[in-house]
């Protein structure tokens, strides 16, 4: 099993920067790729961006390619999601999920979850 756990999401105001972090645990987490999605009241989940399991192979939504940054820190088990330029229609409650070796933008490719973090910017 692996588990994850996003943190670092809040309330800012537009233009302001957060990052959220996801810790992944319980496997070997250098075999996983690491997806970040969102999800706006009455909407559907959508992908943000992705993080292949190994080398520097980054995928983004062209919603936020320019202002969001995936990266990842082995040593920590931790992928990171820097926001900058945040938009309200950012505003969301914002999952990391886990998949094997290859990064995908698709939800149902990825077989773990975490629990979620809102990010809700005003404007």
């Known amino acids: 099993q692996v588990q994850l756990v996003e943190s670092g999401g809040g309330l800012v105001q537009t233009g302001d920067t957060l990052r959220l972090s996801c810790v992944v645990s319980?496997?070997?987490?250098?075999?996983?790729?690491v997806g970040w999605f969102r999800q706006a009241p009455r909407k559907e989940r959508e992908f943000v961006a992705a993080?292949?399991?190994?080398?520097?192979?980054?995928y983004y939504a062209d919603s936020v390619k320019g202002r969001f940054s995936i990266s990842r820190d082995n040593a920590k088990n931790t992928v990171y999601l820097q926001m900058n330029s945040l938009k309200p229609e950012d505003t969301a409650v914002y999952y990391c999920?886990?998949?094997?070796?290859?990064?995908?933008?698709?939800?149902?490719?990825?077989?773990?979850w975490g629990q979620g973090t809102q990010v809700t910017v005003s404007s």
């Open positions: 319980g496997r070997t987490y250098s075999n996983y790729a």
């Open positions: 999920a886990a998949r094997l070796f290859l990064a995908s933008m698709t939800s149902d490719d990825y077989n773990y």
């Open positions: 993080h292949a399991f190994s080398g520097p192979n980054e």
